[in-house]
């Protein structure tokens, strides 16, 4: 009897165990689909109509539709591409920096350490805390007058968020140190799959390091890595917390942070359904030409 | 069973009306986070000695209570029945039907004749001259000044200053003064440094901190009835006063380019400036020894006059207002009935709250109560506030967008600073429908 129940298919093995297709479509499949369209769809087709009308939702005038006017209006103020170069210069520092030194702590997590489990749990640390706790922790280590940072390295008194020409790497510096261990991990779990069998080999052909490490391991991981990449861009795109808590610098003023000003401290809720459309379109496209790379490190 | 059912039922009942009888006996009052809400929740819990109804002071963080008010009112939500607001929330929520008209209720308690003036005009009245009443006044508040009087009065420091400037170091009797005595206590190298002043883009903090220096030099942010803002919000005095914001600003401790209140009096409690800008309500703290180790040594001042001798402030403050989807609003006005009572008023100024009653402010026990009531006293009658229009959070929201270059990053001039903002008010209030010029 048990040999006949694991070669049916899932769903009569359920229907064997009393679950039958419909009550697992009524438990499960229904619920999920109704959750979905009520708070991720409706919303999203909501605010698209939004984003052609001049409503705002603290007031109760009558809403009128304006065409693609709001758009328009978004795409003209060079307040929005201002703070859209700021996010693009951002994505760029912020996930090189995770990339760079996430996957470094993988391959050095990679190799026989003392205490490796402690370490890696240790270095998993930042990514578990609250955004805000660690944009206000910064905050401290930043102060020109008394934070640990300036102490440290013997700087001085220098302005790391106030200063325009520092303030964004500064919270750039603290998206690294909060999300490497992320690309970290996946990173390890990539690592940890590359077949051993193929550096016994090359070990055997007398490769070198290099050639071991440009050959063998970063193509394998390379997928994985791909992964990590999309999901950090994605969510730097997105960074809102740590920078508004951290800054008020116009010069680290992110595309979230705008955004949010437009929607819930002026109330503009056509145009800032626009620009939130905008956003999502471009990180749409963004992600949309990694995972053309990702296929093809699939296919290599 | 038929029995057990029909008691099953009755106790259901029974609680189901019990509960609701309790549920009109509580109310919630929405506030920011900060001393005055926990004076508050002192007070109304004398409310509920007295009346056994249970009143509860929420509080949100000052950068979100804007956000978090106007979503739950923007939602109709009847979460809160009341909420103790800013002053420039009255258009928005007036016209937006959020807030009762409470003009009767203003009349019923004679409170235009009570209340200071300029906190019925500009905490409850909505239209400015309309004569409709929104809010009961709560909490005064204005822009005032802290300043070490040890140093002020250090012998060698008076000598010093009477050499390099030719006048006594006191309490500076106008704006230039108060600049001249920064620029003389700046001393990086020592860690001593002039003046801390408001400078976040975030919020009302760096547009309440420039406002209180061009209403001090007779500058204007424009006609709240006409709506002219060309020619006032850049007129000489505001473009003045405005350079000499950025002047303050840079007798500031290093990195001072994301202040408010807190940062404010972290600076005064760790020794490090000659004097802040805050407002009265953050003042108790510096003359508590275990918030400020330098208590003893705080002295206080109004804002004092520009160069031209006009004399105005920055206002702060909220007024009390009544929420339209609550459901205890017959419960709130109650509430209310006692909370503009003379001994309630007297009562919430003894426990720390700055009563908005003109007998009680102009009374000799209160202006002697704390080393800053005088100074607030002074202040509350020479106060003037931002717009309070359904769009000022546009407004407000572009003008700190605006000086922020300037003052914090020195980016162009004070003029340049001035005329893009008034360009950009006319815009604003232009695709408002209003007739800006």
């Given at each position: 009897m048990a040999n006949l129940i694991t070669t049916l298919d899932p769903a009569s093995r359920a229907a064997s165990r009393g679950w039958s297709d419909t009550t697992i479509r009524n438990v499960f499949v229904i619920p999920t689909v109704a959750f979905l369209i009520i708070f991720n769809v409706f919303p999203l087709l909501y605010s698209l109509g939004f984003s052609f009308t001049d409503f705002r939702a603290s007031s109760k005038a009558p809403v009128n539709f304006v065409g693609f006017k709001n758009y328009i209006n978004v795409l003209a103020d060079p307040v929005i591409w201002r703070t859209f170069s700021t996010t693009l210069w951002y994505v760029i520092v912020s996930v090189t920096g995770q990339f760079i030194v996430g996957f470094g702590l993988a391959l050095l997590l990679n190799r026989p350490l003392p205490f490796k489990g402690l370490l890696?749990?240790?270095?998993?640390?930042?990514?578990?805390?609250?955004?805000?706790?660690?944009?206000?922790?910064?905050?401290?280590?930043?102060?020109?007058?008394?934070g640990i940072l300036n102490y440290a390295l013997g700087l001085g008194?220098?302005?790391?968020?106030?200063?325009?020409?520092?303030?964004?790497?500064?919270?750039?510096?603290?998206?690294?140190?909060?999300?490497?261990?992320?690309?970290?991990?996946?990173?390890?779990?990539?690592?940890?799959?590359?077949?051993?069998?193929?550096?016994?080999?090359?070990?055997?052909?007398r490769a070198g390091k290099l050639y071991t490490f440009f050959r063998i391991t970063l193509p394998l991981v390379a997928p994985i890595l791909l992964i990590a990449v999309i999901f950090r861009t994605m969510e730097a795109f997105k960074t809102f917390d740590i920078a508004f808590v951290m800054t008020g610098q116009p010069a680290a003023e992110l595309i979230s942070s705008r955004l949010y000003k437009m929607a819930f401290q002026q109330w503009q809720t056509g145009p800032s359904s626009a620009l939130a459309y905008i956003i999502l379109i471009m990180v749409l496209c963004i992600t949309n030409i990694y995972v053309k790379y990702l296929n093809k490190a699939k296919e290599r | 069973m038929r029995k057990t059912m029909v008691s099953l039922l009755a106790g259901a009942s029974f609680?189901?009306?019990?509960?609701?009888?309790?549920?009109?006996?509580?109310?919630?009052?929405?506030?920011?986070?900060?001393?005055?809400?926990?004076?508050?929740?002192?007070?109304?819990?004398?409310?509920?000695?007295?009346?056994?109804?249970?009143?509860?002071?929420?509080?949100?963080?000052?950068?979100?209570?804007?956000?978090?008010?106007?979503?739950?009112?923007?939602?109709?939500?009847?979460?809160?029945?009341?909420?103790?607001?800013?002053?420039?929330?009255?258009?928005?929520?007036?016209?937006?039907g959020h807030y009762v008209n409470m003009t009767d209720f203003i009349a019923k308690h004679d409170l235009t004749k009570t209340m200071a003036p300029a906190?019925?005009?500009?905490?409850?009245?909505?239209?400015?001259?309309?004569?409709?009443?929104?809010?009961?006044?709560?909490?005064?508040?204005?822009?005032?000044?802290?300043?070490?009087?040890?140093?002020?009065?250090?012998?060698?420091?008076?000598?010093?200053?009477?050499?390099?400037?030719?006048?006594?170091?006191?309490?500076?009797?106008?704006?230039?003064?108060?600049?001249?005595?920064?620029?003389?206590?700046?001393?990086?190298?020592?860690?001593?440094?002039?003046?801390?002043?408001?400078?976040?883009?975030?919020?009302?903090?760096?547009v309440m901190g420039v406002e209180n220096s061009v209403f001090a030099y007779g500058g204007s942010f424009g006609d709240y009835n006409t709506y002219q803002v060309s020619g006032l919000v850049n007129s000489p005095e505001s473009i003045e006063a405005l350079e000499d914001y950025r002047k303050l600003f840079t007798f500031g401790p290093p990195g001072w380019g994301n202040a408010f209140f807190a940062e404010v009096n972290t600076a005064m409690a760790q020794g490090q400036v000659a004097m802040g800008m805050n407002f009265f309500a953050f003042f108790p703290s510096l003359v508590n020894e275990a918030t400020n180790p330098h208590a003893a040594n705080m002295g206080f001042f109004a804002n004092p006059p520009g160069p031209r001798g006009e004399d105005f402030a920055a206002l702060g403050g909220q007024g009390i207002s009544l929420i339209s989807y609550s459901q205890n609003q017959e419960e709130a006005m109650k509430f209310l009935d006692w909370f503009v009572e003379e001994k309630t008023q007297k009562r919430w100024a003894e426990l720390g709250g700055y009563t908005a009653n003109a007998a009680i402010l102009e009374s000799e026990?209160?202006?002697?109560?704390?080393?800053?009531?005088?100074?607030?006293?002074?202040?509350?009658?020479?106060?003037?506030?931002?717009w309070a229009l359904p769009e000022y959070a546009e407004l407000l929201t572009e003008a700190a967008d605006t000086f922020y270059p300037y003052v914090v990053n020195g980016e162009g001039t004070a003029k340049e600073t001035m005329d893009k903002l008034a360009a950009?008010?006319?815009?604003?209030?232009?695709?408002?429908?209003?007739?800006?010029?």
């Open positions: 890696t749990t240790l270095l998993m640390l930042p990514m578990m805390l609250s955004p805000v706790v660690v944009g206000l922790f910064w905050k401290l280590i930043y102060d020109p007058s008394w008194p220098v302005a790391w968020l106030s200063d325009a020409n520092l303030a964004l790497y500064a919270v750039a510096i603290t998206d690294i140190w909060m999300w490497s261990p992320f690309v970290m991990l996946l990173s390890l779990a990539g690592l940890s799959a590359v077949p051993k069998h193929l550096y016994e080999a090359a070990s055997i052909d | 609680l189901a009306l019990n509960s609701m009888a309790v549920h009109a006996q509580e109310l919630t009052i929405l506030w920011a986070e900060w001393d005055p809400a926990s004076y508050l929740q002192e007070l109304v819990n004398e409310y509920q000695a007295e009346t056994g109804v249970t009143v509860t002071v929420e509080t949100v963080p000052w950068p979100d209570f804007q956000t978090k008010l106007f979503t739950e009112l923007n939602a109709q939500g009847s979460a809160y029945d009341m909420v103790v607001g800013d002053s420039q929330f009255l258009g928005a929520a007036s016209t937006g906190t019925m005009k500009y905490y409850s009245e909505y239209p400015g001259g309309s004569g409709q009443y929104w809010s009961v006044p709560l909490e005064g508040d204005a822009l005032g000044w802290a300043y070490r009087k040890d140093w002020f009065e250090d012998p060698k420091e008076m000598e010093a200053f009477k050499a390099k400037y030719g006048y006594d170091l006191a309490v500076p009797k106008t704006f230039k003064e108060l600049i001249d005595i920064a620029e003389f206590f700046h001393r990086p190298a020592d860690n001593r440094y002039g003046a801390a002043i408001y400078s976040q883009n975030a919020g009302d903090a760096i026990e209160f202006r002697k109560a704390t080393p800053f009531n005088e100074a607030f006293f002074q202040t509350m009658f020479k106060v003037r506030d931002f950009t008010w006319v815009e604003t209030l232009t695709a408002a429908g209003y007739a800006a010029k």
